[in-house]
């Protein structure tokens, strides 16, 4: 069974940086597509950015300049660093893996922006 597991969320100061790690467990595959998505109070869930089995990135536009995503292959882990945080930033961020016709969530990890 497939599990996901993000840490390295926390409290940060607006231009404050904070890097996320998600853990795959429980497969003996590779994903095509591990990413983020983060679901903000009263907000929709949506995508922070995603990265291919091949390297391809993709940015939501709030994080492009700001935001890295990056892939450790072997270890089935995908990271988010995030810089120059902004209030807006502030979220459950979670970590999302999918392979053609089916995905895989974490239970999220909880970004908080505040002075």
């Known amino acids: 069974q497939v599990q996901l597991v993000e840490s390295g969320g926390g409290l940060v100061q607006p231009g404050g940086s904070l890097r996320l790690s998600c853990v795959a467990s429980g497969s003996d595959f590779s994903f095509n597509i591990m990413g983020w998505y983060r679901q903000a109070p009263g907000k929709q869930r949506e995508l922070v950015a995603f990265m291919t089995s091949g390297g391809t990135t993709n940015y939501a536009d709030s994080a492009k300049g700001r935001f890295t995503i990056s892939r450790n292959y072997v270890r089935n882990t995908v990271y988010l660093q995030m810089t120059n945080l902004e209030v807006e930033d502030a979220a459950v961020y979670y970590c999302?893996?999918?392979?053609?016709?089916?995905?895989?969530w974490g239970k999220g990890t909880l970004v908080t922006v505040s002075p």
């Open positions: 999302n893996a999918a392979n053609r016709d089916i995905d895989w």
